[in-house]
């Protein structure tokens, strides 16, 4: 994780900072070739509720993609294969939802590319409002 590339972190953590709490949740690795090129959360606990999650449902944190692989499509394709990782090693989970920084347009785009669907609540987050999204497994 120490050569995990990330700086700019105006919407998400470091895998190193996201990774000291884990109670209830599960850190995810996309590799390629032995190297870590995304990460991301699936935390189980109580936050889910805040973003209208039930509890069959995981909240997707921390997202990221290593710099160096930015613009690759490893970030699609990391979503992409979530469903399929969760039916097999989660499978009493049903949903997957996440709230995504208005000003994060970017990562909007991705995810409803990647069949999330925008829900019609919002949060108050740490850097402005955010969206909900959410895709049923």
């Known amino acids: 994780m ?3 590339q ?3 972190l105006k919407f998400t ?3 190193k900072e996201a990774v000291a709490d884990l109670e209830n949740r599960y850190a995810i690795l996309g590799l390629e070739e032995h190297q870590i090129v995304t990460f991301l959360i699936l935390d189980a606990g109580e936050k889910k509720y805040t973003y209208g999650g039930q509890p069959d449902s995981l909240l997707l944190r921390s997202f ?3 710099e160096s692989f930015q613009m690759r499509g490893y970030g699609r394709q990391t979503l992409k294969l979530l ?3 969760i039916r097999e090693h989660l499978p009493m989970y049903k949903s ?3 709230g995504v920084n208005e000003r994060n347009q970017v990562a909007s785009y991705l995810y409803q590319e ?3 669907s925008k829900q019609p609540q919002r949060i108050l987050g740490l850097a402005g ?3 909900v999204y959410e895709l049923k497994i």
């Open 2 to 4: 120490q050569s995990y």
């Open 13 to 15: 953590s470091h895998p």
């Open 64 to 66: 990221s993609t290593d």
């Open 83 to 85: 469903p399929d990782f």
């Open 6 to 8: 990330l700086t700019d």
């Open 96 to 98: 997957i939802i996440l």
């Open 114 to 116: 990647t069949g999330f």
């Open 129 to 131: 409002c955010q969206e």
